[in-house]
């Protein structure tokens, strides 16, 4: 099972960009999923994270209102749509997947098995 993470690059600041991660159709019907990101020197931080039939979504606050996720059952990949992106989102951005999603455990990146390599995001000011 892999995870493949794609659509970062350079942005200014208040643009958008999209990323996608590419799952097989084991792990979109049945892995809660979700983002995660890491600045240089930085600990890894959650980013948004939804459960393995979509319905429910959490978002970071520092990322709510400015960006969305979604799910496209045709290809099996899950995305986020960043937008007003600011110079605090330049990071690495990680997909990761877990067949154990919980609410309460969505935000750690402990609770994720799967993990997909990271794209670059950044965001010029």
């Known amino acids: 099972v892999q995870l493949q993470a794609s659509g970062g690059g350079l942005a200014q600041a208040g643009g958008s960009l999209r990323l996608s991660c590419e799952t097989s159709?084991?792990?979109?019907?049945?892995?809660?999923m979700a983002w995660f990101r890491q600045a240089p020197g930085k600990d890894r931080e959650f980013v948004v994270a939804h459960s393995s039939d979509g319905e429910n979504i959490y978002y970071a606050n520092s990322v709510k209102g400015r960006f969305t996720a979604s799910r496209d059952r045709v290809s099996w990949t899950i995305m986020l749509r960043m937008n007003r992106l600011e110079p605090e989102d330049t990071a690495v951005y990680f997909c990761?997947?877990?067949?154990?999603?919980?609410?309460?455990?969505?935000?750690?990146?402990?609770?994720?098995?799967?993990w997909g390599l990271g794209t670059q995001v950044t965001v010029s000011s």
């Open positions: 990761a997947g877990t067949q154990n999603w919980d609410y309460g455990d969505s935000r750690n990146p402990g609770s994720y098995a799967l």
């Open positions: 159709g084991r792990t979109f019907n049945n892995y809660g």
